[in-house]
């Protein structure tokens, strides 16, 4: 007594949500399915801030980027910054990726994941931090989104927008999300 288009599936990934949406399918046996949106998180996200850019505010032609270009264009701005190796080894890329990751999944400052998880390079909180604001203003200017910022932009325009969160709620009635307990926060939050 549902209609399709009024279900959302969330899952973490593509094969997972095929997966299902085919079992439904199969247990139906129509392709009512095809019409409820499946999908990851993300690619839930990326369709929506582009159908929705003009309400948002946000140019439609976003560039994503994905975690090792984002590494990428950190170690770019680490350079513009003129941060160089010091006696102690600089983190490398991908550590300080890791660490602007998991300070934005978890709503934490820079200090404090390296704090709880990479003490040994308290001696770099500053330039760190220094270096995920210089990354994400690059982002801005270049219309880059990388993963963290597809959920962060979705999640603030849902709170922040009431125009766009009750159109939202208009259009899917039902979520339905594949291993919940494994979200971040700003997933639950979407949801």
């Known amino acids: ?5 009024d279900i959302l599936l969330l899952t973490f990934t593509r094969k997972a949500a095929s997966e299902m949406l085919g079992r439904v399918q199969q247990l139906l046996r129509d392709n009512s399915a095809k019409k409820v949106f499946g999908g990851t998180f993300h690619s839930f996200s990326n369709y929506i801030l582009r159908k929705y850019s003009n309400l948002l505010g946000i140019a439609s032609d ?3 980027i994905d975690e090792e270009d984002s590494a990428d264009t950190i170690d770019l701005i680490r350079s513009e910054l003129k941060i160089e190796k010091k006696e102690k080894a600089f983190p490398r890329k991908k550590r300080i990726q890791e ?45 880059i ?39 971040n926060i700003a997933q639950k939050e979407i949801v």
Not at 116 to 137: H, M, N, T, V
């Open 1 to 5: 007594g549902v209609e399709p288009g």
């Open 99 to 143: 660490i602007i990751s998991s300070a934005r999944n978890r709503n934490l400052t820079i200090g404090q994941v390296i704090e709880e998880e990479f003490s040994g390079l308290k001696d770099f909180i500053a330039d760190i931090d220094l270096i995920y604001r210089g990354y994400s203003k690059y982002k801005k200017i270049c219309r």
């Open 145 to 183: 989104f990388d993963y963290d910022d597809l959920m962060d932009v979705l999640r603030d325009s849902l709170r922040d927008n009431p125009l766009f969160r009750s159109r939202l709620q208009k259009e899917y009635r039902y979520i339905m999300v594949d291993e919940y307990q494994d979200t």
């Open 62 to 64: 976003f560039t994503i």
